[in-house]
């Protein structure tokens, strides 16, 4: 049987990097999958694709190589077992000739300040997209796979401000033809490819500017599914949890103060306002949706480099319980950010490939427990989504 | 319409003291429903009992009035506003007269020497019964009360060991004819007073000798609803909120470690091991069940007096994810243990009173939400058993 | 004997209301002298004056009178008890009369848009020094004082870029007689005013404009005692124990990262960010100087209404030690701003009296311990300062 | 220039591991002196000992090896880097000849189900003392040492119950004499051969069996230094610097709660209530010996696996301030137990190295920081037992 093959955008970064080597250490058994969610009992019947189906490549816009990239993720994180690197070294350094350029074409001045080994050039946005296209085919006969996905797991761009042409398909071609470049952004290109060459696309990344309308409306009529927005690994995913618990309880939120502290790249990036304004969007909408009022909340993101990938968040719940007593409740999360992240686009590559199989098109609503804001999806509250996941295996089953 | 009579025992406790107080405040318009899960939009359509149509009353074993009580719960608690009880002191002096002793039979060392104004003396279980059944008739005729219900706010019992004759009815009757005093808690004959009375009862404590089988099987025989056990106000709704994220997400729990400490008398209590034993029991079941396997796993309770009602809890959660990474979750809960069960006490009886009026009888399963250890529930999670609130409500709306 | 007068600029804030209730509070036994330094056993040989023989006057910018600052102060406030404003009304109506309106001259948009009661308008530097000396010769005129104390405990202004001219006393002189608002802010008339009239001026904020180069040799010319700046009460008080037993085992501190919350007047200031970067100069200072070396260390300042005055701080301190280990120390501070700070303002007015009768000049480098970054002084590790205070009692007494 | 030997009791454990392998990476410089008091500049004049100039060996009650014990503490600890075993392989493997079997002669029963390698049997305590004489001086012949250092780093053992017997010399050489096993315990025996044989010798654990009165007569007697007792690494070096802010600030501490888990050997002996008590003892004398009263304060220590050296601590600290306020601050201590202790170990051979070369004798008052109940001294906060050390410094450069 043929492969899968699967291109992250922002391939040299520790997401990317994880999920590479956590299956390349699933091959060889060094590892387990926990942290998988399709590792779960209620998956047991389905036929998803294994890590041994699955061909790694990718785009860059940093120098480096696969074997690289983790050498400094498990030298920088002292929780991390080296061994683990050492055992599949051969298998990384085989990857790099699936690696392309990328691009930071109107990503924003931290982004681009980044962007040694870019793509972009002066070239038009339409001579861009044809390249990104060109790599995907490259990439898909090289290694002659059935099916392609694009994954975007690079780091998260100023918001876009969206408007008419982002939303109808027509006005959208006409940007690009245009050449508009201050209407796009590099994760538009990235998706506009991916859909023209019908591949699943998700947006692991709270970039707004990856599946505008347009594209979402290009992916229904290509039959390509697509989902996003921004990977719910940490404190969202708790904040996902605990928020129905006061709604419940009746319980009145006064105040939801969340303080992030990190240190990897991520954390570099969100240290400019500019990108970290798109991350707080994304953070932030998730309490006012599952309480149905809006409490004085904010979520602050601080660069702290000691840190590296191990993300710590504070934050601080201030309640009104009956007879108007005020009350507070505190959590303070440690988790590592990749390797919360890694095993869910496992997950998500697995679904994907599942959907497309299926014949599945648009925006897949069933996976919204992934995501920090879910597109098209209301539902916020993560049981009630996990509760979505398990209703679509039960029809997938049944059929 | 004639009302609807609450007899609680244990009331002059912190718990009995905040449902009175607060319901008096409602009924001046000194407070809101805040903390209060039937003023919640989806039981908008039911016609429920006010805090206008009850009359309270109760049993304790300390000396004491409501008034005095109430005065000391919120001299004790700087953050509670002393104002409420100034402007209800009049009715909290005039319940007085439904106040009756109370027994600590068989309750242990640590309760037993708090029972300075015990009904106990050296009378036989049968007189025992009897005296209860004649308190409730008291209370009903003085107070011409078209239902009475039970509550038990008491403090924490040793655990019972339960045998045959806790299971089968007959037996059961057996062991109090016999006086076998060693076979019973105080807290078994308030329960078989009430369900023999057919009064609806709430076992909101997690005593064991409240709701054994065969009162159960009384309670269907009888068409009393019944439920328990121990209110779920804290440290275990957090739990019940949390621990499904990490099932759903497929991270190993390693650890999850619980510090409790408070000052009010339930403290005190259960500053002795043989009663803490009781509540350890009901608060530790909640991860296994859920997760589905056992991690290391401890709940401690410790007696700190300076915090009064003001429940503080750590939890140091301890967890793998992919790779076989340690991570780690922390919270820290700060919440006043009365203001927070008095509301759920106050839906209780509210519950109760309409599953009497709709005839229903046994355990009330569709109250699961509010008990740390729901008599005759799986199911452990928060969301879980809200949803199973929603379709009870959802079926009462229909007929 | 003739009383001593206390002037506090900010004097219907909460500091100086908690200051002045706390001291009618002490004269009538409501409460304790707990939280003040000066009641230490150290201090007991020494004659310092007590409540009866302070008067209390003042300026601010808001309209509002002493008692309804109190009542709002402990409405506000869950934990405090509403007792002690009763017991103390009359005594608070009594002092209106020493309150002048205040001047908000050159403090920046957020305080200036605060002064409905402004006494500046549009008059010359001159003539608003000149104001504020005859407010001071009224009080003590009217109230047959001995002495009078000046205290800053206004909101914080934006910092001021010092200069040659607030180096040297003619320089600026000069500055006043030209009129160069933009020169000076509102705290630097009253300190000029203060001194000039021979009053003990203590800045208890963070505002460098307050105690200048040129005012405090002005100040050791007048023999005029004077110390600052910005009260040392919580965050960074635990700080100055802190951070010395990194130092002293030789722990290698990577980030010290610090959230503050809350929800005061002072917090609503604190929320612009020209304001808050006077308050973070004097928080951040403490890491860098105690350690010898300049860890990455933010100090992070948020308004949160619903805590009010009850600031709540999370301190993550990440730091190396042997082989290369990183682990980390986490702090969380829940402590009432006003409640802390006032036992230490009237320390301050006990031991200002003092040195002033003993005919002390110039910076108090004895009262380092009460300020975050204290003036003329080196040390900052609490301990030492302490020390600092204690030699100068051991001075004191032998003399 | 001979050596100088160093023999631990419990030489396979953790901590005596951490040492030799973190003196082993100072010597190849594959790691800093970070975590070591003795770096620091104040010592900078002084000649101390180098890691090279050390000989390591011990006794075990356990069987194992040097390199055996190393590659499981870096294996069980995710944060060590493997790196440095493998760099040490040979050294660690060449110890081994120094290796003694121990005794746990009543050490209770946890400690003895260990000690699969024991040395005690049946024989008398004298033919014990003979053995561990026998033993020192192997270790110093064989390695031709010019002085040879004992520290105690073994397991916790039960408090013994002090007597007349301890007291007086003689008395205690009966005690031998007559075999009167149950008025030792292990660490008794060490300390009276360590000192018979003019070994300077420190008690780093809690027991108090190892320094008794009478030993410490002993050791002025034969012109032997001696220190304990029980390093201060981690909670109780927090609480030390912390308390004495609260008395600086005359603060009202109300209770002061210490919750410690921990999964290492350490821990699995804590677990056992009697040796549990030991460790009790001294970390709770450190609060009510510096705050001059006892508020409510209890330590907890539990057995946590999943941690195993990374021992994690909350404090919870309530304390009342102005007008009766109650504030509280916690702190979360998370760090490597042994990882902490062994620098501090390096430093105490340094500095008993050269006690014993400038010819001191009886209990070392200077070295009082790092120790949690310091014997002979009464002073309990780190900054003023941090002067005690300097004061030290600069007697010995002035001679």
Chains 1, 2, 3, 4 share one sequence.
């Not at 299956?23 to 294994?50: H, N, Q, Y």
């Not at 970290?276 to 909408?285: D, V, Y």
């Amino acid at each position: 049987m043929s492969k899968v093959g699967v291109l992250f955008i922002g391939a040299l970064g520790y997401i990317a990097t994880t999920v590479v080597a956590g299956s390349l250490a699933l091959r060889k058994s060094l590892c387990k999958r926990t942290g998988m969610v399709t590792d779960l009992d209620i998956f047991s019947g389905l036929r998803l694709i294994e890590p041994d189906d699955i061909v790694f490549g990718g785009w860059d816009i940093r120098p480096g190589s696969p074997l690289e990239s983790a050498s400094t993720f498990f030298r920088n994180n002292q929780m991390l077992d080296p061994g683990i690197v050492s055992g599949i070294e051969d298998e990384l350094n085989a990857l790099s000739v699936n690696f392309f350029p990328g691009t930071a074409r109107s990503c924003g001045r931290t982004i681009e300040r980044m962007a040694e080994k870019s793509a972009s050039g002066e070239c038009t946005l339409r001579a861009l997209v044809d390249k990104l296209r060109h790599d995907i085919n490259s990439f898909r006969n090289n290694n002659r796979l059935k099916d392609v996905l694009v994954f975007n797991l690079s780091s998260t761009e100023p918001p876009l401000n969206l408007q008419h042409c982002h939303t109808e398909l027509s006005a959208f071609e006409d940007l690009i033809g245009n050449n508009r470049c201050e209407a796009v952004r590099a994760s538009t290109l990235y998706a506009y490819a991916a859909i023209l060459e019908r591949c699943p696309y998700i947006n692991f990344t709270p970039s707004n500017a990856a599946l505008i309308p347009a594209l979402i409306k290009l992916a229904e009529e290509k039959d390509v599914p697509v989902m996003g927005d921004d990977g719910k690994t940490g404190e969202t995913l708790v904040k996902s949890a605990l928020i129905p618990m006061f709604r419940y309880r009746n319980l009145e939120v006064l105040s939801w103060e969340g303080f992030n502290i990190l240190g990897n790249m991520d954390g570099r990036v969100l240290d400019d306002p500019e990108n970290r304004e798109s991350k707080i969007l994304t953070k932030e909408q998730v309490i006012g949706n599952i309480l149905g009022y809006a409490p004085h909340s904010k979520v602050h993101i601080n660069y702290v480099p000691s840190l590296d990938d191990q993300k710590t968040a504070w934050n601080f719940i201030h309640f009104k319980g009956f007879l108007g007593t005020k009350m507070s409740l505190q959590f303070i999360w440690q988790g590592y950010d990749s390797i919360l992240a890694a095993p869910l686009v496992l997950d998500l590559i697995r679904l994907m490939e599942l959907a497309k199989r299926r014949g599945e098109s648009g925006i897949m609503h069933h996976l919204a427990s992934f995501f920090k804001a879910p597109l098209g999806v209301n539902e916020y509250r993560l049981s009630e989504q996990f509760r979505m996941l398990t209703n679509y295996l039960n029809q997938v089953n049944k059929t």
